[in-house]
């Protein structure tokens, strides 16, 4: 079992940043890959990115591609998305959310096992 917390999200100007963490707690977070998605007002879950166990491979969504970065520090047992140039389009909810697999580095949020209960993303034009 994984309990997932995320924090960080907040209200920010187009063009700004933020990062989000996720606190991991329970059996394993170093043996996950760990993933982030966003769900925006009357919109499905999308993914966001996606990191393995290691942080040796990593990968993005077309539309963060270049202005997001997913990182892990698996001692502290914390998850992160650094999002630079914050665009309207990016408000949403976000979540983490842990793979049991520790490579598979999977867009499909039907794969993942755990997740975390979000948090809000606002970016004012």
């Known amino acids: 079992q994984v309990q997932l917390v995320e924090s960080g999200g907040g209200l920010v100007q187009a063009g700004g940043s933020l990062r989000l963490s996720c606190a991991a707690s329970g059996r394993t977070f170093s043996t996950n890959a760990m993933g982030w998605f966003r769900q925006g007002p009357g919109k499905e879950r999308e993914f966001v990115a996606v990191i393995s166990w290691n942080g040796g491979s990593t990968r993005y969504a077309d539309s963060v591609k270049g202005r997001f970065t997913i990182s892990r520090d698996n001692a502290k047992k914390t998850l992160y998305l650094q999002m630079n140039s914050l665009k309207p389009e990016d408000t949403a909810v976000y979540f983490c959310?842990?793979?049991?697999?520790?490579?598979?580095?999977?867009?499909?949020?039907?794969?993942?096992?755990?997740w975390g209960q979000g948090t809000q993303v606002t970016v004012s034009s």
């Open positions: 959310a842990a793979d049991r697999s520790p490579l598979r580095v999977t867009m499909n949020p039907r794969e993942y096992d755990y």
